[in-house]
Antibody, heavy 118, light 107 residues
Framework: QVQLQESGPGLVKPSETLSLTCTVSGGSVSSGSYYWSWIRQPPGKGLEWIGYIYYSGSTNYNPSLKSRVTISVDTSKNQFSLKLSSVTAADTAVYYC??????????WGQGTLVTVSS | SYELTQPPSVSVSPGQTASITCSGDKLGDKYACWYQQKPGQSPVLVIYQDSKRPSGIPERFSGSNSGNTATLTISGTQAMDEADYYCQAWDSSSNYVFGTGTKVTVL
């Protein structure tokens, strides 16, 4: 059974960089069958795809966030990470890491709330 | 950018059928999937590739996709089906797009 666990600070100051890591167990980020995604959900609102990465390092980002997003993968640690720069209160959300296959998410992490506030 | 539109809410009586629509330009030319999200929980995939059910998802969940509309149908709706539902598809640039979400209330 694949499990994904997000980790990182729950509070980030405005204008700083949000950094989260997703640790994968029960599966390998090096598997060529999957893409590894970040998705977020502001409190009380809908889901927003942030981007995904393939084990080779190739990425695809939401055009609305592309200028501020970097997703990377560390196959030696079986982890992938998210960096979102220049955050504002609008970036306050539950951030999910997820495994995607053929365009749909089949496994989600439990999510972690990141609040942007001074 | 590509957009998927869902009705904000759908109400259904127990045992009846609930239908949730997802509209997008030429959506029928893409694969659509559906997620169920209960309060405080991560979403769960209930339909993928338009009409396939993952292992463990009850048969009362079904899906279709044609033209500009994908539809999730819950037959014999139960109280436990009360949740938010999101459709999702890929756009032409391989970006994932989520629908606006529908709150299903079982009255």
């Amino acid at each position: 059974q694949v499990q994904l666990q997000e980790s990182g600070p729950g509070l980030v100051k405005p204008s700083e960089t949000l950094s989260l890591t997703c640790t994968v167990s029960g599966g390998s980020v090096s598997s060529g069958s999957y893409y590894w995604s970040w998705i977020r959900q502001p409190p009380g609102k809908g889901l927003e795809w942030i981007g995904y990465i393939y084990y080779s390092g190739s990425t695809n980002y939401n055009p609305s966030l592309k200028s501020r997003v970097t997703i990377s993968v560390d196959t030696s640690k079986n982890q992938f990470s998210l960096k979102l720069s220049s955050v504002t209160a609008a970036d306050t959300a539950v951030y999910y890491c997820a495994r995607t296959i053929y365009g749909e998410v089949d496994y989600w992490g439990q999510g972690t709330l990141v609040t942007v506030s001074s | 950018s590509y957009e998927l539109t869902q009705p904000p809410s759908v109400s259904v009586s127990p045992g009846q059928t609930a239908s949730i629509t997802c509209s997008g330009d030429k959506l029928g030319d893409k694969y659509a999937c559906w997620y169920q999200q209960k309060p405080g929980q991560s979403p769960v995939l209930v339909i993928y590739q338009d009409s396939k059910r993952p292992s463990g998802i009850p048969e009362r969940f079904s899906g279709s996709n044609s033209g500009n509309t994908a539809t999730l149908t819950i037959s014999g709706t139960q109280a436990m089906d009360e949740a938010d539902y999101y459709c999702q598809a890929w756009d032409s640039s391989s970006n994932y797009v989520f629908g606006t979400g529908t709150k299903v209330t079982v009255l």
